[in-house]
């Protein structure tokens, strides 16, 4: 499944395409108080906004870093901390977990300095697995905070991954009208970089991107589950036939099988493929028997070994910088 550097050049293309930026073409929102469609804002380190909440999710480590950067200089611009929401239960393609990703992101958190009285303020048992139980949870967070449920119509600041920003916005955008949203620009990040499975080319990164792609693209979704992307959006976007290419090269782990069938698999083609690489990532083929081993991070993409590493090097950029925490 070794890629040529002109897919390895797709694939960057992909992963910006999909991370959201205003300025690429502004996806409009409901804004249920005003009645308007208003368009979702973004922001990077230099132009952070004031907001009432910043969440963090997506089941990727990396943005945690981001997330800590974005409260640390929202604290020296605006002198207080936003609120802080995390979710994620787990998984929903069968990988293994130890613990809640919205606790490891928890405990990140306070590994970078955070106090437990910012970080634990908002805490709920997550056991969301998808968009929908996403949206529910994030939700419930709102309710119960007594900051956030007195206000009329509170500004969240959504960090999660590059390569997935654009579906969030998408998604969150269309289901949470009763707020203000507005997303991180998280950078992209080289591939000598990348530490854990979810963002290693050789891991299942490839996979999530197309699923991201394909999510974003697919029309018949849009109004129902998504906000429609702008028709200068859309002129940058993914063909049909480089992700049929790049999925027949076995990079289907988060495609279903009518994503599949979309781009023009046929169903013993589907299913081939999709359990060939089922077995290959997590050792369990569609029907649930384990055939193989699979790939020792597939058990747990909050790999400590690898949290510790990233998060030392994460302390030291931010030493370098002059950042301090707490």
């Given at each position: 499944?070794k890629?040529?550097?002109n897919?390895?050049?797709?694939?960057?293309d992909?992963e910006?395409?999909c991370?959201y930026r205003q300025?690429?073409?502004?996806?409009?929102?409901?804004n249920?108080?005003?009645g308007?469609l208003?368009p979702i804002?973004s922001f990077?380190?230099?132009?952070?906004?004031?907001?009432?909440?910043?969440?963090l999710?997506?089941?990727?480590?990396r943005?945690?870093?981001y997330?800590?950067?974005?409260?640390h200089y929202?604290?020296?611009?605006?002198?207080?901390y936003?609120?802080?929401?995390t979710?994620?239960?787990?998984?929903?393609?069968?990988?293994?977990?130890s613990?809640p990703e919205?606790?490891?992101?928890e405990d990140?958190?306070l590994?970078?300095?955070?106090?437990?009285?910012i970080?634990?303020?908002n805490h709920i048992?997550s056991?969301?697995r998808?968009?929908?139980?996403?949206i529910?949870e994030?939700?419930?967070?709102v309710?119960?905070?007594?900051?956030l449920?007195?206000?009329?119509r509170?500004?969240i600041?959504?960090v999660?991954?590059?390569?997935?920003?654009?579906?969030?916005?998408q998604?969150l955008?269309?289901?949470?009208?009763?707020?203000?949203?507005?997303f991180?620009?998280?950078?992209s990040?080289s591939?000598?970089?990348?530490?854990?499975?979810s963002?290693?080319?050789?891991?299942?990164?490839i996979?999530?991107l197309?699923?991201s792609a394909w999510?974003?693209?697919?029309?018949?979704?849009?109004?129902?589950?998504?906000?429609?992307l702008?028709?200068?959006k859309?002129q940058?976007?993914?063909?049909?036939?480089?992700?049929?290419?790049?999925a027949?090269?076995?990079?289907?782990f988060?495609m279903?099988?009518n994503m599949l069938?979309d781009l023009g698999?046929?169903a013993?083609?589907?299913?081939?493929?999709?359990?060939k690489r089922?077995?290959?990532?997590t050792?369990?083929?569609l029907?649930?028997?384990k055939i193989a081993e699979g790939?020792?991070?597939a058990?747990?993409?909050?790999?400590?070994?690898?949290?510790?590493?990233?998060?030392e090097?994460?302390?030291?950029?931010?030493?370098a910088?002059?950042?301090?925490i707490?």
């Amino acid at each position: 499944m070794k890629l040529s550097n002109n897919n390895l050049q797709l694939i960057a293309d992909i992963e910006n395409w999909c991370t959201y930026r205003q300025s690429d073409g502004a996806l409009m929102a409901f804004n249920s108080m005003s009645g308007r469609l208003e368009p979702i804002r973004s922001f990077n380190l230099d132009n952070i906004p004031e907001f009432d909440a910043l969440l963090l999710f997506g089941g990727n480590p990396r943005p945690v870093k981001y997330a800590a950067l974005v409260m640390h200089y929202f604290k020296v611009k605006f002198s207080y901390y936003p609120e802080f929401l995390t979710i994620g239960g787990a998984p929903n393609k069968g990988q293994a977990y130890s613990k809640p990703e919205n606790d490891r992101y928890e405990d990140m958190m306070l590994a970078l300095g955070f106090s437990k009285d910012i970080i634990y303020k908002n805490h709920i048992f997550s056991k969301s697995r998808s968009t929908k139980e996403n949206i529910a949870e994030i939700k419930q967070l709102v309710r119960n905070s007594e900051v956030l449920s007195l206000l009329d119509r509170p500004r969240i600041a959504v960090v999660t991954y590059a390569g997935y920003s654009l579906r969030a916005a998408q998604e969150l955008g269309l289901a949470l009208s009763d707020y203000e949203l507005m997303f991180f620009e998280t950078p992209s990040y080289s591939q000598d970089e990348a530490m854990f499975i979810s963002e290693k080319y050789d891991g299942y990164r490839i996979d999530i991107l197309l699923a991201s792609a394909w999510h974003s693209m697919n029309q018949q979704s849009w109004n129902i589950e998504r906000l429609p992307l702008c028709q200068a959006k859309m002129q940058f976007a993914p063909c049909k036939e480089n992700l049929r290419r790049i999925a027949e090269a076995g990079y289907n782990f988060y495609m279903y099988p009518n994503m599949l069938e979309d781009l023009g698999f046929n169903a013993q083609e589907i299913y081939q493929m999709r359990n060939k690489r089922k077995i290959e990532i997590t050792g369990y083929n569609l029907e649930g028997e384990k055939i193989a081993e699979g790939w020792p991070q597939a058990g747990d993409i909050f790999n400590q070994a690898l949290i510790d590493k990233f998060l030392e090097q994460v302390h030291e950029e931010f030493l370098a910088k002059g950042i301090l925490i707490g």
